[in-house]
C-alpha cells in the first residue's frame, strides 16, 4: 500500500508569498478632496452621501452620468460605505435622480436645489 502524498505546506506558501503582485500602481488612491468636503460638511446618512457624490461627480470630475457602481465605488474606497437599491428608488421617487439608459442616473436641477435647501450644505 503506498502512503498518501505528503504536502510541504511551507514551501507551497513560500511560492504563494513571493508570486504575490506587490505592484501598487493599481491600488486606486483616496481623494483627499472628496473626504475634507463630505468631513467638513458632516455628511453620514446615506442619501444625503447619494447626493453628495453625485454633485461631486458634476463639479469635480464634469461626469454628469454615473451608474450605482461609480457612486459605490467612490464611497466605499474613501468612506467604507455603500448606498443600496433602497436608497436610489427613494432618490428616484422624489425626483431627486432621473434614470439615463437602463443602469444610469443624472442628478436633476430639482433634486440638486432642494438639497442644498434642506441641508444647508454643498454650495
Known sequence: AESPTKVDFESILEKTVDNLNTDSSNVVKKDENFCKLVKANNITDRLELLFFTADYFCKYDARFVFSL???NGKLMNN???????GILKIALDNNYLEREGESEYRLTEYGRSEIYSKAGIWS
Open 79 to 85: 468612506l467604507a460605505v455603500i448606498v443600496d437599491h
Open 69 to 71: 457602481k461609480q457612486i
